[in-house]
């Protein structure tokens, strides 16, 4: 396998034997932190990626979020997770080697890797530009290793170039959380005209009201947390609804166009499809852990839908970096070094983060 178009060698990782603009080949041994074991701390641990795909980007990592996801893999709460895991989906970094096949990204430039690292290229989503419905992804921390480490490399096509406007050190939610609130108001064809309600403002409800407000809508943010009221006007709310009021939901009875939830508990949510108006749509990217019952007639009714959808394609989260550079949309973050993040999952399983971690490569 050949590799092609090779980076100068700048900064304190990447020096090797006091030259500059030489080839450089990809990384023989990683540097990570991986959980031994289900619920396990992570430890570091060192692992060789073996050789380069010629359709590979070998990443350097500079920075990498910390989602609810990793918590849920770490746990192996979808049976999904094999150990050491080493989780880490919202990588940010620059590509230092790439194979010979690889199109659109050039070493030296600096990209993000979100939850998918492949995806076939050939079966009808793909053909269909919906990568990341393909029967047979590759994902980026399942039977591999993900990016709480110093390198990480994946399919060219899921290495999204960065904007120069978007800031690297807070950049890695968006190809989670950002691509997986923006993708909705794509599909659902939200039009600036909409009322639009957002359930849950956290890591990914924070960044839907930015969304939401940029594309033109009035915001109604749901929320049972009253200290985010003044945050949730901050980033672009225009209303605030208690979900544990009754009252302040009846208000806004059959008003809405659009609502997205985020939230991962329990609601009232006959109560919630009361709030859209005719031809509304209730769409879910947060995971409800029980079966939601509701009354069929109560969508024939009104014309009403309820959908829901996982991230996004490359092409949309392109989309989405645009959106957030021309409009100045930032995730919310807290920032930790890698080494501590232990203290990084613990913050976050306590409820504690606002609104997204994100731990710095300090290896
Ligand atoms: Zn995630
Ligand atoms: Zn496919």
Known sequence: MAIKRFSPTVGRHRRSAGTRNTTRKPTEKFQAYAAPKKGGKLEPFEFSPGPLRDEQVEIEISHCGLCHSDISMIDNEWDESSYPLVPGHEVVGKVIAAGDRTQNVRVGQHVGLGWYSASCLHCRQCLSGDQHLCAKPEQTLIN????FANRIRCHWVWAIPLPEKIEAAKAG????????????IMLAGVKPTDRVGVIGIGGLGHLAVQFLNKWGCEVYAFTSTDSKHDEARDLGAHHIVNTCSATSMKRIEGSLDFIISTVY???DWPAVLKTLGPKGRLHFVGVVPDPIEFEVFDLIDEQKCMSGSPVGSPATTMTMLDFC???????????????RVNDAIKRLRAGKARYRIVLENDF
């Open 144 to 147: 591999r290793h993900g990016g």
């Open 173 to 184: 939610p968006l190809f989670c959380a950002g691509v997986t609130v923006f993708n909705p």
């Open 265 to 267: 508990g329990e609601l």
């Open 325 to 339: 550079a021309r409009h100045g949309i930032a995730p919310v973050t807290e920032s930790f070094p890698m080494s």
